[in-house]
Structures are given as C-alpha cells and as structure tokens.
C-alpha cells in the first residue's frame, strides 16, 4: 500500500540504480561503466552526462529510504496482524478451557451439589487437604482466610469464595467437612465426594495425593501436594502460592490480579 | 474416630510445643522431659505423635545441615 503510494520517477530511477548496486565500490572500470549505463536515454537523464555524482547519491539515498521504510511498514503491519491472529487463538482456546477444563461435580458442605459452573462470576481460593491434617492444612487455611478477610475489608473489590477440597474422601464425609469449616471462615466452602470424583478433580487440578499406612486406630495421614489456587472468575487457573507466601504477599497478588483481569467469557 | 476439632488441635500443638521447649532446654535428652511426653501423647493422636517426631528429628537435622556440621564425603569430592 505504501509502496503504490510512491511516484512512478522514483521506480524509474531504481531499475537504473540496482545494476549499479550490484557493481560494487568505484574503481577505474566500473566508474567507466557507471558513465555509460548513464548515458543511456531516459527522460530524467537528458542534463546529468557530465555530473553523476551529486544529484545521483542523494536521489540514490531517497530512494534507498523510501524502499526501506516501505519495506519496514509493511513488515510491522504483516507482524502486528499475525499478532492479533495469535491473540484471538489463545482467547478461544482459553474460552474452551473455562468451560471444559478444571470441572468437577462434588458435594459441599451441606450436602449440595457444586460443580464448577456454580463458580462462574467469582474470584476462587482453592486449597487442597484433609481433616485430619496434623498442621500444614489448618497453617494454610488459616492464612487462606486471612487473604479472604484482609480483601473483604476493601469495600471496592470483589468478595472472594474460599474452597477446599477434600483428598480424603474415605473419612471426609459431608459431616466431617462441615465441622471442619466451621472453625475457619462462615464462607468457607468445604467439598468432598467419591474417590473417583475427588481423584478427577485433583487430576484437573495436579494435586498430588497418597494415603499414608494405617495405624492400630485405623488413622493414617494423606500426602499431598501443598498450594493455594486462584481462579479466575472464568473458572480459569491463574495463579498458585506455595507454602511460603505470606498472606500480605497473597493479598498482593489477587489484588494485582483483579485489576488486570479481562474475561474471555461473554 | 473424627478428626480433631480447632480446640483438640490447639491443645496437641500447645503440648507438643512444651515438649519441644523442654527438649531444647536439655539438649535433646528425653530422659528429662517424661512428663511432658506423657503430656504430649495424651493430647495429640498417635499418628500426629509420629508425624511431629519425624517432624523434630528433620527440624534438627535442617538447623545442623545450615551451621555446616556436614561436610561432603571425601569419595563424592573426588567423583
């Protein structure tokens, strides 16, 4: 488009001048040849015979300019759209993750069915554990809930839904859960389900999960993997913090993350 | 058996850290500290008493491993 928009002098003027590109630095013989494509006739050459050397570097070095500046637009423009090409791939694609990835149908607390969808709209706190958690899953809920209040307190952003999910869904029963969050926050959220369910969920999510050798009492402790989720209100897995983030730094984050946040759903 | 409640848990980590400053306070000689390990076992389940052991032994071994009481092998030196 910019290159139509030149005038047609100049393209004349650059077929004569690329055999001289080719030519290489002066020396005796291709000076001499210089002369001669020079006096070749053409409508712009008729006063130049005697003098190719000053009006002919300055027209050269136009025109080099103008090519290259065509040249370069049209390169940003090829790239500026392959960008916005690749832009739109990865909304779609992480449109078709909100819906399809991460879903789960478990029971919460009081008995009813959630699955994701339920989420929708919402900022998540996720955490992973089990009741009979000796210290690390009451340490990380304890701080998860702190992020939890530390938000509420900011009247100008968004309330954020507390989850935890169960990795031991042999003793984790509805009741369990719900004695257990009780001690935490009113809206903290517990669910369990079956072991398939929970073992799909934490497949979504790459928890990983083992239970430990039972005792005399039948008690045992279920390894995992310790991290606190945050979801976006896509559904979208957009962040997680490890055991050694503190709650102001979690607080942080989210907050970042909120104000930045751009839904690819409509 | 049901998990331990909030209060259940605070009690077990209230004994467990008596025991542990007891231990502290005798350079690790449990001989010294009997009544609070009594104390300890009582408020806490069994496999949590397991877990917080296991727990003490790697907190001990951290803090000699960071002071640099441990040197590399002179064979992995060489390897």
């Not at chain 1, 190719?52 to 080099?64: A, D, E, F, I, S």
């Not at chain 1, 709209?121 to 304890?142: A, K, R, S």
């Not at chain 1, 029963?173 to 073992?199: C, K, N, W």
Request: charged residues 25%.
């Amino acid at each position: 488009m910019l290159l139509l928009a030149r005038p047609p002098k100049a393209w004349h003027r650059l077929f004569q001048l690329q055999p001289l590109a080719l030519l290489g630095t002066p020396g005796g013989k291709t000076q001499h040849v210089r002369c001669q494509l020079f006096s070749t006739p053409g409508p712009a050459d008729t006063g130049r015979q005697g003098q190719p050397q000053g009006p002919g570097l300055r027209t050269r070095l136009l025109v080099t300019a103008l090519v290259g500046a065509g040249l370069g637009g049209a390169w940003l423009a090829l790239r500026a759209e392959k960008e916005r090409g690749r832009q739109q791939q990865r909304t779609e694609a992480l449109r078709q993750a909100a819906v399809g990835q991460g879903d789960f149908s478990l029971l919460d607390h009081r008995g009813q069915v959630r699955c994701k969808a339920d989420f929708r709209g919402q900022w998540v706190l996720l955490y992973f554990g089990f009741t009979h958690c000796p210290d690390i899953c009451p340490d990380e809920l304890e701080k998860l809930v702190q992020v939890v209040r530390q938000l509420e307190a900011e009247p100008s952003l968004p309330p954020v839904q507390p989850l935890f999910i169960t990795v031991d869904p042999e003793r984790d029963t509805v009741a369990a859960m719900a004695r257990y969050v009780q001690d935490f926050h009113p809206r903290l959220l517990g669910l369990t389900g079956s072991a398939e369910q929970i073992a799909q969920v934490s497949r979504s999510y790459r928890v990983y999960y083992s239970a430990g050798p039972k005792d005399e009492d039948q008690d045992y402790i279920v390894d995992h993997s310790i991290a606190i989720y945050l979801l976006s209100p896509d559904g979208l897995f957009t962040d997680y913090y490890s055991r050694a983030r503190s709650a102001e730094q979690i607080t942080d984050s989210v907050r970042r993350h909120m104000a930045a946040f751009r839904s690819v759903l409509r | 058996m049901a998990a331990p409640s909030m209060k259940e848990r605070q009690a077990c980590w209230g004994a467990r850290d008596e025991y542990w400053k007891c231990l502290d306070e005798n350079t690790e000689d449990a001989s010294k500290c009997k009544k609070l390990r009594s104390s300890f076992e009582s408020s806490c389940p069994q496999q949590w008493i397991k877990y917080f052991d296991n727990r003490r032994d790697y907190l001990k071994f951290k803090e000699k491993f960071e002071a640099g009481d441990f040197q590399p092998s002179k064979m992995t030196a060489k390897s």
